[in-house]
């Protein structure tokens, strides 16, 4: 069997999906509780392993594995349906890649059993942001070295799954608080796999009362001096930043930005049509602007993800940078066409087009994306770039 006949039949099972995740993703807005169901549902119909290798029992897509396009494919597809849920898989699969590219054989055999046949959740975290003067939240994780292991002590944000994940790769460094985005060096970042069964892992579910993305659970996640045995550390030190798998990572974000473009776009034209709006000029404008865009956007995945599959490192590293910039605002863009055409009912509930506009308004926000240009624009100059667009 081909790739492309492997990805065929991945994208018909989880187009069977779709309409239950679209139905179910207003009630898990409202209620700020994690798509627990949906996962469930991909790991009945064999889709919650996509990074894993065929070796493992997954499917063995995405940029390490030779079949990236289909792995993205599916991202905007779940994005369609709720952008709160594409956030949550496409941090299993980025989490699930992360053990793929530096695990050990050990670890892989141990970790991918239970994602293939208990349908365990993945997560990756790093989110420590400094905290403003005078607030009561304080965010950051002190590392310390222990006898066969590291000792965690502190709190993370932005926290994504944490009300449901099995298992969680802390991005920590033993130089001092700040996860990988505000550290002080690329080469003490380390990847700790912990078990959120451990009892020094508590939830605080306080803060996590967003605008958007309210299903993603990101709750703040303390660990009261939790042990992470050897065995758990993934990679060496400093792998993270100089692997530089954020490159594989912001790509991928753009594909659910465009699935949230793909969305508005078939529900613009399809109010359109109802309403007997087509020979409106500045309908016909918007709509045009719509397809455009969207055709934009998958134009550059596909050439994103064909320089992976490829093994052209740095040249997808490049190009996939500007082709989560250019997408953010292509979907962006959509949003506000397909509102313009419908009105303001398209923002009154049930209408999918409000939570889009909230969710997709908060997603974006995931990597700054004045770092991200800056980036592209030092490539551009020929100077170094930071590819992790941690810093400038």
């Known amino acids: 069997m081909t790739a492309i006949d492997i990805g065929s039949g991945v994208l018909e099972r989880l187009t069977a999906l779709i309409p239950s995740f679209a139905r179910r993703a207003g009630e898990y807005d409202r209620a700020g509780a994690f798509p627990a169901d949906d996962f469930g ?4 119909a064999g889709l919650n392993a996509p990074t894993v290798p065929a070796s493992y029992g997954g499917l063995g897509l995405g940029p390490c594995q030779g079949d990236t396009g289909t792995l993205w494919t599916m991202t905007s597809r779940i994005a369609g349906a709720d952008l709160a849920l594409a956030r949550c898989w496409e941090g299993h699969a980025n989490s699930l890649l992360l053990l793929d590219e530096f695990g050990t ?35 950051g994780t002190t590392v310390t070295r222990g006898d066969g292991g590291w000792i965690v002590h502190g709190a993370k944000a932005f926290a994504t799954s944490a009300t449901h994940a099995d298992w969680a790769i802390l991005l920590v460094d033993p130089a001092g608080p700040g996860g990988a985005r505000h550290t ?14 451990d009892p020094s892992v508590s939830l605080d579910l306080s803060w996590w009362d967003p605008i958007g993305m309210r299903a993603t659970a990101s709750h703040v996640v303390r660990f009261d001096d939790t042990f992470i045995p050897d065995a758990q550390q993934i990679g060496p030190p400093g792998v993270y930043l100089t692997g530089d798998v954020q490159a594989m990572f912001a790509p991928h974000y753009a594909a659910s930005f465009l699935g949230a473009a ?26 045009g602007a719509m397809a455009v865009g969207v055709e934009t956007g998958r134009l550059w ?13 740095e040249e997808a590293r490049a190009a996939g940078a500007r082709a989560r910039q250019l997408v953010e605002h292509l979907a962006l863009a959509a949003v506000d066409h397909c509102v313009r055409v419908c009105g303001a009912r398209c923002l009154i509930r049930p209408s999918p087009v409000e939570r889009i506009l909230r969710d997709l308004s908060f997603y974006v926000r995931h ?14 100059l020929g100077l170094p770039y930071d590819g992790s667009f941690a810093k400038p």
């Open 262 to 287: 793909e969305a508005v776009s078939v529900f613009a034209v399809e109010h359109v049509q109802a309403h007997h709006k087509e020979n409106d000029p500045y309908v016909q404008h918007r709509v």
């Open 41 to 44: 549902d991909l790991h009945a």
């Open 301 to 313: 995945l596909r050439h994103v993800a064909a320089l992976w599959d490829a093994g052209r490192r």
């Open 105 to 139: 054989r050990e670890q892989k055999q141990r970790w991918f059993s239970g994602v293939v046949g208990m349908g365990d959740i993945w997560v990756t975290w790093s989110g420590e942001p400094p905290a403003r003067s005078g607030s009561a939240q304080r965010f």
């Open 184 to 197: 002080g060096s690329r080469d003490t970042v380390l990847m700790l796999a912990c078990e959120m069964a």
């Open 367 to 380: 990597d700054n994306a004045d770092h991200i240009l800056a980036a592209i624009g030092r490539a551009e």
